[in-house]
């Protein structure tokens, strides 16, 4: 069954989410049969990358904040993110527009990786306050889950997955998506925000239990033709 998740790297709920819904999973008895789908999302499309300025100061300046309201609202964030074991550091967090992060991550997604190039990418944001727009950056971190490095050069220098990611967009508005986590299970049923565990749980035990139903069974026709059987030789 697919689970997809609308996502973008600089939602700090983004990735308190995924950690939620990590934990809500281990308890999942069906577990290995769930198919994690990572769907891009850009909170900000237009935001211009700044790597002298940290977020504290970008939101400052965009909402009409003082420096210290910008700084108390990330550190109640940041109190929420270590409840899930994560250490964000908003002092270091780069303000960085993070079109060519979605396209890495969809690069990712073709090789197995999606989750790992998600992982990747909010640590190097949220923890490290790595630029993850620079593509020295993105080089070094794709090539740390295992991509090529000729393959990320190749993306990066062209307009690779550019229409992946737009479609991504696309089918946030379909589903309802309006801001990010979202969560649809199943393309039936969508969780939005980055709820509790319990939630998660309740929505994949829902959501399993009507794709269960709905799922084709296998029906075996009497035929018998050629076929190789396990411990022949054919």
């Known amino acids: 069954m697919d689970v997809e998740i609308w996502s ?11 950690r939620k819904f990590e934990h809500a999973l281990s308890q999942f008895g069906h577990k290995d049969q769930i198919n994690i789908v990572w769907k891009s999302f850009q909170l900000n499309p237009d935001m211009k990358t ?24 990330n550190d109640r964030v940041t109190a929420m993110a270590q409840e899930v074991g994560l250490a964000y550091d908003f002092d270091k967090a780069v303000v960085a527009n993070s079109w060519d992060a979605h396209r890495l991550i969809q690069l990712a997604k073709q090789q ?34 295992g991509l090529d490095a000729t ?28 801001g990010v986590p979202f969560f649809v299970l199943n393309r039936r049923y969508a969780v ?18 009507e794709w269960e139903k709905s799922r084709p069974t296998l029906t075996e026709l009497p035929a018998d033709g050629p076929s190789c059987k396990p411990g022949e030789v054919c």
Request: net charge negative.
């Open 192 to 209: 939005s925000g980055a709820q509790q565990p319990e939630t998660f749980l309740n929505a994949l035990d829902t959501a399993w239990a």
């Open 112 to 145: 197995g990786l999606g989750d790992a190039a998600e992982e990747r990418l909010f640590k190097a944001y949220f923890t490290e306050g790595r630029d993850t727009s620079d593509h020295a950056t993105l080089l070094e971190l794709g090539t740390e889950i």
């Open 50 to 73: 700044e790597p002298g300025k940290n977020i504290n100061q970008y939101l400052s300046e965009i909402k009409g904040w003082s420096l210290a309201e910008a700084k108390q609202m």
């Open 8 to 18: 973008d790297i600089m939602c700090p709920f983004c990735y308190i989410g995924k």
């Open 151 to 178: 393959a990320i050069e190749q993306l990066l220098t062209s307009d690779q997955f550019a229409e992946a990611v737009k479609q991504d967009v696309y089918e946030a508005q379909q589903v309802g998506a309006r």
